[in-house]
């Protein structure tokens, strides 16, 4: 229950967390606005995403809207029915980074149709699509999911350390 209770309070935080940064670029900035932080390597840009990460687009933003619920309401479904019960504290981290990552998008695509994205890399024209905490959270909980699962043994092999 105590695990519970800190995953839920931790949820809260990182979806806040999102929303407050989003709220306060684009309360500061105009559009396309940007401010060096680390000579060329990192900015904060102020833009508009109406498409998927990497500004990929399977449509407009009634579909981006509905692939976005969708992702949430799958995520919940997995867990509610325990195909997707992480069973580790590095699981449940990345469970928890991954969902609060896809809520914190939703609820741009639900405002305004669009997700606020405003950090942004690079090095002189080479630069890597802008982003925002959520897409973070989501990245680092996949990765996360990706080491648990790499160092996982097998089933077979499980019973062979037995």
């Known amino acids: 229950m105590r695990t519970r209770l800190a995953y839920s309070f931790f949820f809260l935080v990182l979806v806040l967390g999102d929303q407050a940064a989003k709220r306060a670029v684009a ?89 606020v994205d405003f950090i942004e890399m690079g090095i002189g024209r080479y630069r890597w699509p802008v982003y925002n905490c959520a897409d973070i959270y989501i990245t680092v909980g996949m990765v996360i999911l990706f080491i648990t699962f790499a160092r996982r043994p097998e089933a077979g092999d499980r019973r062979l350390e037995e």
């Open 27 to 115: 309360s500061r900035f105009e559009l396309g606005e940007s401010l060096h932080l680390l000579g060329d390597v990192l900015r904060l840009t102020y833009v508009r995403n109406p498409g998927a990460a990497f500004s990929l687009s399977f449509g407009g933003p009634q579909i981006m809207f509905a692939v976005t619920l969708l992702v949430v309401a799958l995520l919940i479904a997995l867990y509610l029915k325990g195909i997707v019960r992480p069973d580790t504290t590095a699981g449940g981290i990345a469970f928890l980074l991954v969902f609060a990552g896809a809520v914190g998008n939703l609820v741009d695509r639900f405002r305004m149709g669009e997700v």
